[in-house]
């Protein structure tokens, strides 16, 4: 479990990274299919995954996906982020018990809307498993907490 480090949109910088480690369990496997009511039996079923290319069972992607957010919501840039957009490339699959190291780095700041984007990859072992970029609207010291209306004059 990560812990929780706020970053506010003026300490953030080009180049700043985050790594989170997970490996994943079976039990991460089943619970995911739970919530996300996605029980294709490639996830959950050893029979099943036999008959596949991939020969055991593997990772849902988004479960996968949901260990960047992870980083995101808790570190980099932390409470308070916006997830606004995120792309994703699954390259190679993700099996139970593998160790997944999540790198995320900011790439680019955006001012106007207090917006950074960042890349993202995984990897297990020397074998990127998924890449893509997030785009996250950031909290400011400056800005009027979300939501919040000027008042009436
Ligand atoms: C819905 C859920 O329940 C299911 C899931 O969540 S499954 C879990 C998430 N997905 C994965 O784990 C898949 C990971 N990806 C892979 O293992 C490989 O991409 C693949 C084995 C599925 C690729 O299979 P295949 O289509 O046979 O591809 P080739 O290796 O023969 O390559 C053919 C061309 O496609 C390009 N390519 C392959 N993968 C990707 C990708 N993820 N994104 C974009 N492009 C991809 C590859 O480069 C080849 O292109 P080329 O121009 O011909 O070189």
């Given at each position: ?34 919530v ?47 997830y ?12 139970i ?46 800005a ?10």
């Amino acid at each position: 479990m990560l812990e929780l480090r706020t970053l506010f949109y003026e300490d953030l910088s080009v180049g700043m990274t985050e790594t989170f480690i997970k490996t994943v369990s079976a039990s991460d496997v089943v619970g995911f299919a739970e919530v996300s009511g996605d029980r294709n039996p490639i996830h959950l079923s050893e029979h099943f995954a036999a008959r596949t290319p991939f020969k055991s069972r593997i990772a849902h992607g988004l479960y996968t996906a949901s260990l960047i957010s992870a980083v995101l919501g808790t570190r980099l840039p932390g409470p308070g982020a916006i997830y606004l957009s995120q792309s994703l490339n699954f390259k190679a699959p993700v099996h139970i018990d593998d160790e997944v190291v999540v790198t995320v780095e900011v790439i680019e700041l955006l001012e106007r809307g207090h917006r950074a984007r960042l890349h993202c990859e995984c990897h297990v072992g020397e074998t990127l498993v998924l890449d893509g970029e997030a785009m996250v609207k950031v909290p400011s010291r400056t800005a009027r907490p979300l939501g919040s209306r000027p008042l009436a004059t």
